[in-house]
């Protein structure tokens, strides 16, 4: 099975909330750093939030900033991205991503990957 399964996804209007979530199987994220990254049609890889392996630490794009709040629950082995205030913009794929270490907000940084779940805001 995958090692992250991404959930949560769906079509929403502009303004409205959707919470994504990240889990993982085979393995225990407790140690892991966790990032969810998004890329929309014709639109490099975006770096949206990602979160310490304590949870004491959490980043955000300008783009997501004061809408988007990243947080994790290790004993349920899962990691959220509650996103509000949504715009058009933000519609693309988010993935998750695991890695054993600090954050980053640079894919290549991270080892494990989910498959992707769709976000489409629109009216």
């Known amino acids: 099975q995958l090692q992250l399964v991404e959930s949560g996804g769906g079509l929403v209007q502009p303004g409205g909330s959707l919470r994504l979530s990240c889990a993982a199987s085979?393995?225990?994220?407790?140690?892991?750093?966790i990032g969810w990254f998004r890329q929309a049609p014709g639109k490099e890889r975006e770096g949206v939030s990602c979160?310490?392996?304590?949870?004491?630490?959490?980043n955000y794009a300008d783009s997501v900033k004061g809408r988007f709040t990243i947080s994790r629950d290790n004993a349920k082995n899962t990691v959220y991205l509650q996103m509000n205030s949504l715009k058009p913009e933000d519609t693309a794929v988010y993935h998750c991503?695991?890695?054993?270490?600090?954050?980053?907000?640079?894919?290549?940084?991270?080892?494990?990957w989910g498959q992707g779940t769709q976000v489409t805001v629109s009216s």
């Open positions: 979160i310490s392996s304590s949870g004491g630490s959490t």
């Open positions: 085979e393995f225990t994220l407790n140690y892991y750093a």
């Open positions: 991503a695991a890695r054993m270490g600090l954050c980053t907000r640079f894919g290549a940084d991270f080892g494990r």
